[in-house]
C-alpha cells in the first residue's frame, strides 16, 4: 500500500518514513523544502530515507494546487500522513502571512485531495498541544475546550482540526488530528529549546531561559511519537451517521511533564558543562505548561511512551556530535 506523506523531510516526516518503509509500505514523499531553517538539515533527512527502494520523493509546495494536483495525478494512495505545516510559536509572530499560506491553504488543498480519492483509507495531520493555549486544567484532554489559543500559529492548527471535521461531516472522509506534544530527538528542529541550550552550551554562550525558568513541557522523543502515528495508521475512526462522522484528535505526548530547568541540568550532566543561564519574562505566544492526557491512545491503540527525558537527551547529543562534525 502506498503512503502519501507530506512534509517527509522535516523531523517527525523523516522519522515515520523511515519506519513505514522498513515496515514494508511505499512512501510517496512531497516537502517544500523552506529555508526556515538550515536546509541542509533537510536534505540530510532525505538522504537518510533514499537507500529504500520504495521512497519517492518530489519537492512540491502543497499551497500551490496545481502543482500538488500534478504531483498526486494517477497516483493510488491509501493513507495521507499530512506532517507538512509551517511550525513554530514565535515565528509566526515575525512571518504570519507563511502560516496562512502552509498551514491553512496547503491544509485545505490537502483535503481536497482526500476528497477526491476514492482509495483513501484514513488521513492522519499533525495538529499541536499549542492548540490548548490559555487554558489552566492540566493534563489537557481532547475534551477540553480550545477556542482561546494564544498565538497564530495556534490558530491554525485549531483552524485544521475544524476543516478536518467539516470534510469528515460532509465526505466521510476518516480523520485523525494528532496534537504533538513538544517533540525531541535526533535529526530534531534547531529552533528548538534542546537544540539552541546545546548549541548554545558547546560554544560557551549564554542560554535565554524564559518566565525565568517557571516552566514545564511534556518532552516527547520522537521514537514514542512515530509508534503513536504508525500504530494508528490502520485504527481509523468509524463513521457512526451524520451525527457523528469518521473524526477524532488524540494527543500524542510522554505524559510527564518536566520543568525547563530539568532539561538545563540534563544537558549539563550530559555535556559535562555548566549552562550561562540568562533568567527572562514570558515570550508572546508561550505558554507555562503542557502535559498531555493519553488515556484514549492507550484504549486505541495500547500506546506507552518508552523514553525518558534522562534518557532521550543523551541520544540527541551523541546524534548532534556526529551530526555537526559531519558538516
Same mark, same amino acid.
Given at each position: ?13 523523516? +522519522?515515520?518514513?523511515?519506519? /513505514? ?13 523552506? &529555508?526556515?531553517? *538550515? ?9 537518510? /530515507? ?15 494546487? %496545481?502543482?500538488?494536483?500534478? $504531483? ?12 507538512? $505545516? =509551517?511550525?513554530?510559536?514565535? @515565528? &509566526? ?6 502560516? $496562512? ?19 483513501? =483509507? ?6 499541536? &498541544? ?6 489552566? %486544567?492540566?493534563? @489537557?484532554? #481532547? ?12 490558530? #491554525? ?11 469528515? +461531516?460532509? @465526505? ?33 554562550? #549564554? ?12 518532552? #516527547? ?5 512515530? !509508534? ?7 485504527? $481509523?475512526?468509524? !463513521? ?24 538545563? &541540568? ?5 555535556? !559535562? ?12 505566544? *508561550? ?23 534522562? =534518557? ?16
Amino acid at each position: 500500500m502506498t503512503i502519501l506523506l507530506t512534509g517527509v523531510a522535516g523531523f517527525v516526516g523523516m +522519522h515515520v518514513a523511515k519506519r /513505514l518503509l522498513a515496515n514494508g509500505f511505499k512512501v510517496f514523499g512531497i516537502d517544500n523544502i523552506t &529555508s526556515y531553517y *538550515d536546509v541542509a538539515l533537510k536534505k540530510g533527512r532525505l538522504q537518510e /530515507l533514499e537507500p529504500y527502494a520504495d521512497f519517492e520523493f518530489q519537492k512540491v509546495d502543497i499551497a500551490d494546487e %496545481e502543482s500538488l494536483k500534478t $504531483a498526486l495525478s494517477g497516483r493510488e494512495i491509501h493513507y495521507v500522513v499530512h506532517l507538512a $505545516a =509551517q511550525a513554530g510559536v514565535r @515565528y &509566526s509572530l515575525e512571518n504570519p502571512h507563511s502560516y $496562512a499560506h502552509s498551514n491553512l491553504t496547503g491544509f485545505l488543498n490537502i483535503l481536497e485531495f482526500c476528497r477526491h480519492n476514492s482509495n483513501l =483509507q484514513h488521513f492522519i495531520y499533525a495538529s499541536s &498541544s499549542s492548540v490548548y493555549g490559555g487554558n489552566k %486544567e492540566l493534563p @489537557y484532554s #481532547t475534551d477540553q475546550s480550545v477556542d482561546r489559543p494564544v498565538s497564530l500559529y495556534a490558530a #491554525t492548527k485549531k483552524s485544521n482540526e475544524l476543516m478536518a471535521h467539516s470534510y469528515s +461531516h460532509l @465526505y466521510r472522509i476518516p480523520s485523525t488530528g494528532l496534537r504533538f506534544f513538544t517533540v525531541y530527538g535526533p535529526w530534531g528542529r534547531p529552533d528548538m529549546a534542546y537544540w539552541l541550550f546545546t548549541e548554545a552550551m558547546l560554544a560557551g554562550k #549564554t542560554i535565554k531561559i524564559f518566565n525565568n525558568g517557571d516552566m514545564k513541557r511534556d518532552f #516527547t522523543y520522537i521514537d514514542d511519537v512515530v !509508534d503513536g502515528v504508525v500504530k494508528l495508521l490502520p485504527v $481509523a475512526p468509524q !463513521d457512526k451517521g451524520m451525527e457523528q462522522p469518521p473524526y477524532r484528535v488524540v494527543n500524542i505526548g510522554n505524559n510527564k511533564p518536566e520543568a525547563l530547568m530539568e532539561l538545563v &541540568s540534563t544537558l549539563e550532566k550530559t555535556l !559535562d558543562v555548566k549552562a550561562n543561564l540568562e533568567f527572562l519574562p514570558m515570550q508572546k505566544g *508561550d505558554v507555562k505548561e503542557t502535559f498531555a492526557n493519553i488515556d484514549p491512545m492507550r484504549e486505541l491503540v495500547g500506546y506507552e511512551p518508552q523514553t525518558s527525558l534522562a =534518557q532521550g537527551i543523551p541520544l540527541f547529543v551523541d546524534w548532534y556530535r556526529e551530526f555537526i562534525e559531519r558538516e
